[in-house]
């Protein structure tokens, strides 16, 4: 007899790096419906930013994701300098490349590692993560730092490429093209890994697009979607980077995990590619538009407008708006857009028909950030609906809690 159960998975879960809760509709074993529910870890990063000048607001915006504390960054520091006019010298384009592309060698490592743990591949999880030290290990010659490099400044980069860290890099890139191929012919050769991730939360190339997907998870579907190939910025335009999708390699695209693992393995070895050209071409000249930080934020303080920047991150395309208001020196206001944003709307497509024991696998397949993507969620007191609501509401409720106040003063 069929029996029919609505089971949650998430917020904290064993198999889950991530604070979500999935309710899943259960036929037996069987996924045939899912909810997704957000709303466990919202910071308001986008909120405190408004008492802090845009130098300020870098620290905040390298916070937002541990993983991609760069790629947020730079997008940010490009919205800046979009409102503000400011240029960028080349030699610090092109390192800005070069830390990106370390990230992205970074999180896709630590993605495919995790991927390995959550089918309880534990080998393969430890091979992976023995290969992700070396590259943080570069990051760390760079900044200091293995995490939130502070790299990046308005208008330019701190730390320059030494003698040093030019040696450190064309090392990494030398072992990782000796030592990676190992392991990812260990997973994909193995026949209980492919079972595991084959044909296991597919999402189409039409649904893909339909619901707006992102990055990997997207080019795993079989569209060709990377801002570093249509909408080049920094120094990719001198690097001809081409969106690696399956069918490239294997003819077909299937839009499930064993998918978005190929991609992001084949990406690993597109961006030692990159490094590799970001190190020969990498051209003279100064990193900083300008190094004097009172000057800086003097002609930061004048500035007026609005500027727009769209990356493409290690989980796809993020996205930041900033708002500078002459006279004051704040931020008047900035919108972040991260990646997990879009491709999280796909999740109840990637569920259906598979098995509950594939759930968290699924979940993680789009290597989700809840950090980056949480908005606030408002719940009536007296009734316990809750919705996610507008800036345009949010704003009407704010008028309307003034207007009751104001008439009590008067009353």
Same mark, same amino acid.
């Given at each position: 007899?069929?029996?029919?159960?609505?089971?949650?998975?998430?917020?904290?879960?064993?198999?889950?790096?991530?604070?979500?809760?999935?309710?899943?509709?259960?036929?037996?074993?069987?996924?045939?419906?899912?909810?997704?529910?957000?709303?466990?870890?919202?910071?308001?990063?986008?909120?405190?930013?408004?008492?802090?000048?845009?130098?300020?607001?870098?620290?905040?915006?390298?916070?937002?994701?541990?993983?991609?504390?760069? #790629?947020?960054?730079?997008?940010?520091?490009?919205?800046?300098?979009?409102?503000?006019?400011?240029?960028?010298?080349?030699?610090? $384009?092109?390192?800005? =490349?070069?830390?990106?592309?370390?990230?992205?060698?970074?999180?896709?490592?630590?993605? #495919?590692?995790? #991927?390995?743990?959550?089918?309880?591949?534990?080998?393969?999880?430890?091979?992976?993560?023995?290969?992700?030290?070396?590259?943080?290990?570069?990051?760390?010659?760079?900044?200091?730092?293995?995490?939130?490099?502070?790299?990046?400044?308005?208008?330019?980069?701190?730390?320059?490429?030494?003698?040093?860290?030019?040696?450190?890099?064309?090392?990494?890139?030398?072992?990782?093209?000796?030592?990676?191929?190992?392991?990812?012919?260990? *997973?994909?050769?193995?026949?209980?890994?492919?079972?595991?991730?084959?044909?296991?939360?597919?999402?189409?190339?039409?649904?893909?697009? =339909?619901?707006?997907?992102?990055?990997?998870?997207?080019?795993?579907?079989?569209?060709?979607?990377?801002?570093?190939?249509?909408?080049?910025?920094?120094?990719?335009?001198?690097?001809?980077?081409?969106?690696?999708?399956?069918?490239?390699?294997?003819?077909?695209?299937?839009?499930?995990?064993?998918?978005?693992?190929?991609?992001?393995?084949?990406?690993?070895? $597109?961006?030692?590619?990159?490094?590799?050209?970001?190190?020969?071409?990498?051209?003279?000249?100064?990193?900083? /538009?300008?190094?004097?930080?009172?000057? *800086?934020?003097?002609?930061?303080?004048? =500035?007026?407008?609005?500027?727009?920047?769209?990356?493409? =991150?290690?989980?796809?395309?993020?996205?930041?708006?900033?708002?500078?208001?002459?006279?004051?020196?704040?931020?008047? /206001? /900035?919108?972040?857009?991260?990646?997990?944003?879009?491709?999280?709307?796909? /999740?109840?497509?990637?569920?259906?028909?598979?098995?509950?024991?594939?759930?968290?696998?699924?979940?993680?397949?789009?290597?989700?950030?809840?950090?980056?993507?949480?908005?606030?969620?408002?719940?009536?007191?007296?009734?316990?609906? $809750?919705?996610?609501?507008?800036?345009?509401?949010?704003?009407?409720?704010?008028?309307?809690?003034?207007?009751?106040?104001? $008439?009590?003063?008067?009353?």
């Amino acid at each position: 007899m069929e029996k029919k159960y609505k089971v949650p998975i998430g917020p904290v879960h064993v198999g889950l790096k991530e604070p979500i809760t999935a309710w899943l509709d259960l036929e037996g074993e069987k996924i045939v419906g899912a909810t997704v529910r957000p709303g466990a870890i919202h910071r308001g990063i986008e909120f405190m930013a408004r008492d802090r000048n845009p130098i300020q607001v870098i620290y905040l915006s390298e916070r937002i994701c541990g993983i991609c504390s760069f #790629a947020h960054v730079v997008c940010f520091l490009r919205a800046v300098e979009d409102a503000a006019s400011i240029p960028v010298p080349p030699r610090a $384009q092109y390192i800005r =490349a070069l830390v990106l592309e370390l990230e992205r060698l970074h999180s896709h490592m630590l993605w #495919a590692g995790v #991927a390995c743990y959550t089918i309880g591949f534990d080998s393969a999880f430890h091979l992976g993560m023995v290969l992700r030290e070396r590259v943080m290990d570069v990051l760390e010659v760079l900044s200091g730092n293995r995490v939130n490099y502070g790299v990046a400044t308005v208008g330019g980069v701190r730390w320059d490429v030494t003698a040093e860290l030019s040696k450190t890099v064309k090392d990494m890139v030398k072992y990782y093209k000796r030592e990676f191929s190992p392991f990812y012919d260990v *997973v994909t050769a193995d026949p209980i890994a492919k079972a595991r991730l084959r044909d296991v939360g597919v999402l189409t190339y039409e649904e893909a697009i =339909a619901h707006s997907a992102v990055g990997p998870t997207v080019r795993a579907s079989g569209v060709r979607a990377d801002l570093r190939e249509s909408s080049p910025y920094e120094a990719y335009v001198d690097f001809g980077v081409k969106a690696v999708v399956p069918q490239d390699y294997y003819g077909k695209a299937y839009g499930d995990v064993f998918d978005r693992f190929l991609v992001r393995v084949h990406e690993v070895y $597109q961006s030692l590619d990159i490094i590799e050209k970001v190190m020969e071409g990498l051209p003279e000249g100064d990193i900083m /538009w300008e190094k004097n930080l009172n000057k *800086v934020l003097a002609y930061l303080k004048k =500035a007026e407008g609005t500027g727009m920047s769209s990356i493409e =991150a290690p989980r796809g395309d993020d996205t930041h708006v900033v708002h500078l208001d002459g006279g004051d020196e704040n931020v008047t /206001w /900035w919108k972040v857009r991260a990646p997990t944003y879009s491709n999280a709307v796909s /999740w109840p497509l990637m569920f259906k028909d598979n098995e509950l024991a594939d759930a968290p696998l699924i979940i993680n397949s789009i290597d989700p950030c809840i950090s980056c993507m949480e908005r606030m969620l408002v719940t009536d007191a007296s009734s316990g609906d $809750q919705k996610v609501v507008t800036r345009t509401e949010l704003l009407e409720k704010c008028r309307e809690k003034t207007r009751r106040l104001m $008439q009590n003063d008067r009353n």
